[in-house]
């Protein structure tokens, strides 16, 4: 007796993977509200400003497990090239050192309060020392705050009513 010839005939059903390629209406995922509000959060983008690399990462560090998106630089001169140049459009706060070499934290906050396209961007003002008044004059020049260093989760957790 000669052996079968396989069946070209189809198949009678296909593969079950298949069904799950094309998912029901009912199986959509459902995003929580709270997820959605972290992501409305995460669309934030403070520029921190900072001589010290070690100053720097721990904000970037808070700032970033806080959900916001964090541009670092290290001299308010590069901050103010980077803004003048467009190549930051979208920054909510800046978040600067009060003692750098070559332009202060403080000029830095003076110029982006002179400046039409720049002062409503919120500018909070951090330091080591604390001096009653370099603090005085950074807020009446405009500063939305002045933290001590070291800058703690906390103090992140307070200016999130202030980035705009």
């Given at each position: 007796?000669?052996?079968?010839?396989?069946?070209?005939?189809p198949s009678p059903s296909p593969a079950p993977a298949a069904k799950v390629a094309s998912p029901k209406a009912g199986d959509r995922k459902v995003v929580p509200l709270a997820a959605a509000d972290e992501v409305e959060l995460e669309e934030k983008h403070v520029l921190a400003v900072d001589d010290s690399v070690v100053d720097r990462a721990v904000i970037a560090k808070i700032l970033r497990s806080s959900k916001y998106r964090v541009t670092t630089v290290e001299s308010a001169?590069?901050?103010?090239?980077?803004?003048?140049?467009?190549l930051l459009p979208d920054v909510n706060m800046?978040?600067?050192?009060?003692?750098?070499?070559?332009?202060?934290g403080y000029e830095l906050l003076k110029h982006?309060?002179?400046?039409?396209?720049?002062k409503e961007i919120p500018v909070v003002i951090m330091s080591s020392e604390n001096v009653p008044n370099r603090i005085s004059?950074?807020?009446?020049?405009?500063?939305?705050?002045?933290?001590?260093?070291p800058v703690r989760p906390s103090d992140v957790?307070?200016?999130?009513?202030?980035?705009?």
């Open positions: 007796m000669a052996a079968a010839a396989p069946s070209l005939a001169t590069r901050a103010l090239e980077l803004l003048a140049l467009g800046i978040i600067t050192d009060y003692w750098m070499p070559g332009m202060t982006v309060k002179e400046s039409s396209k720049l004059r950074c807020l009446e020049e405009g500063a939305e705050d002045f933290l001590l260093k957790s307070r200016l999130c009513s202030r980035i705009r």
